[in-house]
């Protein structure tokens, strides 16, 4: 594993995966949350989105969470967290209660959690309707990528004792 992409929908447990995965691996992590919101929970131009994300797929070593084709394409290995919509919610909703009024250390300055919770929420059922059946796609056109698929939080805490 030299290359690989934690990727789910929001809440899916993504960030706190790919940080143990960084630990037990001593790969560079980097977050793709930081990449798509600006300070104050502002969207980046595509433009900058695409051409940071395009730098990171050309690195030779990382993890990376985030949802995107081009690292998909470029990953050796994808742990795809398929969990279920409500878990997301529940995590997102978790999320806000431990967080609250600060910013979380994936994301830029000056991004509550607080405001971050209603677009994550937003994100969830969006990414159930067009996201989802997305990667399923991608999975499909790329039968040479080695896929863990995550379907739940007892095979993803399995996953992190299995890393270790």
């Known amino acids: 594993m030299e290359k690989v992409l934690v990727t789910g929908n929001a809440g899916s447990g993504k960030t706190t995966f790919a940080t143990s995965l960084q630990r037990e691996l001593n790969l560079p992590s980097y977050s793709l ?9 502002k969207t980046a131009p595509d433009e900058e989105r695409r051409e940071i994300i395009l730098k990171l797929s050309l690195k030779d070593v990382w993890i ?5 084709r081009v690292l998909f394409e470029a990953s050796d290995t994808i742990f795809f967290l398929d969990i279920p919509l409500y878990r997301c919610l529940v995590n997102i909703l978790k999320r806000f209660l431990s ?11 000056n991004c509550p959690e607080y405001i971050g919770v209603f677009k994550a929420i937003r994100i ?7 996201t989802r059946p997305a990667i399923l796609q991608m999975i499909q056109a790329f039968p040479e990528k080695k896929i863990v698929w995550i379907k739940d939080h007892d095979q993803l805490a399995h996953w992190k004792t299995m890393v270790k």
């Open 33 to 41: 949350d930081s990449v798509v919101w600006k300070p104050g929970w």
């Open 64 to 68: 990376i969470d985030g949802v995107s």
């Open 99 to 109: 967080n609250g009024f600060k910013t979380r250390e994936s994301l830029p300055e």
């Open 124 to 130: 969830a059922f969006i990414y159930q309707k067009q």
